[in-house]
Structure formats: structure tokens, C-alpha cells
């Protein structure tokens, strides 16, 4: 089965770059889209990246998403952080062989 | 504006069952598929279910298959999620979510709680 790997935490301080990556466990991270979801705490996730690379309106040009073929990977930047970026960031992904929706486990951003 | 608006949580007995509401409006329900998306205290986000804007097709995790029935009625813009021989494992917020052509998950309900305890 098809599954997405995040580290578990991450931190920086205000106004820096930090980018979160997503490996895929098997096949081309390629063959399907991949999004990013924010979740701050007590609410519902809300999408912040979707189809690789998509910003949906109302999110900042800060976030932006990428693919990188040679590690099979997916990776979210977020740039001049704010301290309203902490929040838990999930990658997602869909598995084509078994239809299935495959989320990553998701990495904690503290911003401090 | 999408709205989707879940109802039916709520403490449950092990082995009992549960019947789960998500209610859409702000958007062509009949166009678009629907899912369930879980997520258990402190834990991750784990897709439970998924049906087809005409119902035609229906795919559930292996945690739930054969346990789980997902469901909809475009007529009254309501997603189902019937819940059997529910465990302690079971016990999450579930999330209604709108299904997008490229395979996201576009807009999020704020969520059911849902508790599996003696």
C-alpha cells in the first residue's frame, strides 16, 4: 500500500523559510497529485497547496509546493513565517492501484 | 459559500452502531463525490470513505471495510456514514469533506465526535 512519510516536527523562527517534505513510499510521487493541508488546533484542516503547486485564493504567495522526482518527494515552503503559521501540516495523495486517499502523518510547525 | 455540516456523533457502546449526517449546501452536490476523513485524538488524519457523485462507487479504508456503509441522496444533499460493530479504535472526529477533480479534499465540515466506550 501506497504511504506518505512526514517528519514529525519542525521549528523556525519569525520571518524565516522552512520547508516541509512528504516522501512516497513506492511508485512515482509524480503519478498523482499531492496537497498540503494546515490544521490548527480545535478546527477542521483547510487546503493552504493543492495539485502540486496550487495556491487556492485567499492563502499567501508565502506558501508554495513542489515536486522533486529524484527523492520522491513532496515539499511545502513556507516563507516570512508568522506566528500564526503553527498549526500541524498534513501531506495528501491518492492510490491509484487501490482506490484509496493516503494522508502523511503529518509534521508540527512551531514558530517561535 | 460551501457549507457541510456533520451530525450524529456521540458516545457508543463497543460492538454498537452509529449513523453519521453530513449535510452540503453552497455548491452542486450531484456533481461531486464525497468523502469521510477521520482523525482520533492527538493522532493524524486518516481517509475513512469515499462515494461517487451518482453513488455508483464506493471505497473504503481497510480499518473500516465491511464495517462501514457510506451513502448519499442528491435529492436532499446528504452524505451518510452507517457505522457497525464499532470498536474503541473507532473513536475520532469524523470530517465530511467535498471531493475535487483533482483528487483533494477541497472543503472540510467542522467535524463529528464520535466515542467508542463502555
Redesign the interface.
Known amino acids: 500500500?501506497f504511504m506518505l512519510t512526514q517528519s514529525q516536527s519542525v521549528s523556525e523562527s519569525p520571518g524565516k523559510t522552512v520547508t516541509i517534505s512528504c516522501t512516497g513510499s513506492s511508485g512515482s510521487i509524480a503519478s498523482?497529485?499531492v496537497?498540503w493541508?494546515q490544521?490548527r488546533p480545535g478546527s477542521?484542516?483547510?487546503?493552504v497547496i493543492?495539485?502540486d503547486n496550487q495556491r487556492?485564493s485567499g492563502v499567501p504567495d508565502r506558501f508554495s509546493g513542489s515536486i522533486d522526482n529524484s527523492s520522491n518527494s513532496a515539499s511545502l515552503t513556507i516563507s516570512g513565517l508568522k506566528t500564526e503559521d503553527e498549526a500541524?501540516y498534513?501531506c495528501?495523495?491518492?492510490d491509484s492501484s487501490n482506490?484509496?486517499?493516503?494522508?502523511?502523518?503529518?509534521t508540527k510547525l512551531t514558530v517561535l | 459559500q460551501v457549507q457541510l455540516v456533520e451530525s450524529g456523533g456521540g458516545v457508543v457502546q463497543p460492538g454498537r452502531s452509529l449513523r453519521l449526517s453530513c449535510a452540503a449546501s453552497g455548491f452542486t452536490f450531484s456533481s461531486y463525490g464525497m468523502?469521510w476523513?477521520r482523525q482520533a485524538p492527538g493522532r493524524?488524519?486518516?481517509?475513512v470513505a469515499?462515494i461517487s457523485y451518482d453513488g455508483s462507487k464506493k471505497?473504503y479504508?481497510?480499518s473500516v471495510k465491511g464495517r462501514f456503509t457510506i451513502s448519499r441522496d442528491n435529492s436532499k444533499n446528504t452524505i451518510w456514514l452507517q457505522m457497525n460493530s464499532l470498536r474503541a479504535e473507532d473513536t475520532a472526529v469524523y470530517?465530511c469533506a467535498k471531493g475535487?477533480t483533482?483528487?483533494?479534499?477541497?472543503y472540510?465540515?467542522?467535524?463529528t465526535l464520535v466515542t467508542v466506550s463502555s
Not at chain 1, 99 to 106: A, I, K, L, N
Open positions: 500500500n498523482n497529485y496537497q493541508y490544521q477542521a484542516p483547510t487546503t493543492f495539485e487556492p500541524d498534513y495528501q495523495s491518492y482506490p484509496h486517499w493516503v494522508f502523511g502523518g503529518g | 468523502h476523513v493524524g488524519l486518516e481517509w469515499f471505497y479504508a481497510d470530517y475535487s483533482g483528487g483533494n479534499f477541497d472540510w465540515g467542522q467535524g
